[in-house]
């Protein structure tokens, strides 16, 4: 049984991941940082407590900011892949938290390499680097792929760029098998609730159920290379699976802007929106000609990345990818299930939990 490591396992990207592994038979592991609740909500479904027979799915406490821990969890599991997933990964956050996202994102890379290093395991451990579609940043060439060259505009996108070039490093110095996928962003109904696309999804649904009044967005020309989380991983676990290590884009090669994606959302909830005004004057109005949402600069960022798009050809080529999922039926999903919340919301807020015993 071939073993995995996932780091952020309590991700979105780890929960698809997981799910994908251990249907593919294998054992696999999970960091999880400490936290005060439990923080698991991705991963119960998966969850086997430690007096469960034929366990094949363990969660590790660990953190990519101590080393200790993670050379005590790659010890203890040898696995014959290792899956970086963790990461502070929120652009805006890493203006806030710089320091953090460098020590985590740039320097939990490194430890993690050098946990194999040090455990001599640069021969059986695969490793694979959550790189990222923010690299490209101040874009210097469209659409992007693997050859293009890189211009980071945040804290966090400098934080994964040393992860990226340590992973290349690793790999030509010692000859591990280790490499970056450059992911162009992508999302699900388990996304993060202050990603863009899950804000919308989840506000427009309150809105439409009265839960909340009005959504706050920056940046809605900001254009994105949206595709969905169920597709990107299995690209992640095939990358480990080549003869050879390389770097690899994954994107779907279609650009929207967050405008189209609020539409979109709103359209697949029956609301029709009228944009008027410009810049952080533009509002979006209901056909009551209430303003359902507006644009608040608290959200612009000092440095923005305006516009990613990738071109996966090379994964097309060597690793066979082709998204199966299109832009609307992404959005679809995520409305649907932000619906369901939204309905289990406007209950409580209308009738109080007691109204459950009744209607559940
Ligand atoms: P999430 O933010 O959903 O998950 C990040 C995970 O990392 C969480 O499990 C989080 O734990 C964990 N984590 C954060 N800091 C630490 C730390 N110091 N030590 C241990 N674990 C930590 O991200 P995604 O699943 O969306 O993304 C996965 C990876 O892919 C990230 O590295 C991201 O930067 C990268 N990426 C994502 C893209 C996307 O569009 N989704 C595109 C390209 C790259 P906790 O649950 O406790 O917060
Ligand atoms: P991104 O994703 O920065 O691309 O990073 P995010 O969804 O946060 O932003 C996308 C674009 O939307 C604009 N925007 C807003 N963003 C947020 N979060 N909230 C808002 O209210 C808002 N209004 C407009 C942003 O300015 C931006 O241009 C994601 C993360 O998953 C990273 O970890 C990953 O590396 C990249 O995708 C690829």
């Given at each position: ?7 952020g396992v309590t991700g979105q990207d780890g929960a ?125 060439h469209i659409p992007q792929s693997e050859t293009t ?10 934080a994964k760029l040393y992860a990226y070039w340590i ?194």
């Amino acid at each position: 049984m071939k073993v995995a490591l996932i780091t952020g396992v309590t991700g979105q990207d780890g929960a698809y991941l997981a799910e994908l592994l251990l249907d593919k038979g294998y054992m696999v592991h999970g960091v999880k940082r400490r936290t005060s609740l439990f923080n698991t909500g991705r991963i119960d479904h998966l969850y086997q407590g430690p007096h469960e027979r034929c366990r094949r799915f363990v969660l590790h406490h660990g953190d990519l900011t101590d080393s200790s821990s993670l050379v005590r969890i790659v010890q203890q599991v040898q696995p014959d892949e290792i899956y970086n997933l963790a990461a502070q990964s929120h652009v805006a956050v890493s203006f806030e938290e710089p320091e953090y996202t460098a020590n985590s994102d740039a320097l939990g890379t490194l430890r993690l390499l050098e946990a194999i290093r040090i455990l001599g395991l640069e021969r059986k451990t695969r490793f694979y680097q959550a790189s990222t579609s923010e690299l490209y940043g101040l874009v210097q060439h469209i659409p992007q792929s693997e050859t293009t060259p890189f211009y980071p505009r945040s804290p966090y996108a400098v934080a994964k760029l040393y992860a990226y070039w340590i992973t290349v490093n690793y790999r030509e110095a010692y000859g591990m098998y280790a490499c970056n996928g450059i992911l162009f962003n992508h999302e699900s109904p388990i996304r993060g609730e202050t990603f863009v696309t899950r804000k919308i999804t989840r506000a427009l649904a309150r809105i439409k159920l009265g839960v909340q009044d009005c959504l706050y967005l920056g940046n809605l020309d900001a254009r994105r290379d949206w595709g969905h989380a169920r597709d990107y991983v299995e690209m992640q676990w095939m990358m480990l699976q080549q003869n050879e290590p390389e770097d690899f884009v994954i994107a779907t090669g279609s650009q929207y802007s967050v405008r189209d994606f609020v539409d979109a959302a709103a359209r697949e909830l029956g609301i029709a929106i009228d944009w008027r005004g410009v810049g952080i004057n533009e509002k979006g109005y209901d056909a009551h000609g209430k303003v359902i949402v507006a644009v608040d600069p608290r959200y612009f960022r000092p440095t923005e990345v305006q516009t990613l798009l990738g071109d996966a050809t090379k994964a097309r080529q060597k690793l066979g990818w082709t998204p199966s999922t299109q832009f609307s039926e992404l959005v679809a999903e995520m409305v649907r299930e932000d619906l369901r919340s939204a309905e289990r919301d406007e209950l409580v807020k209308h009738h109080g939990y007691t109204a459950f015993e009744f209607n559940e």
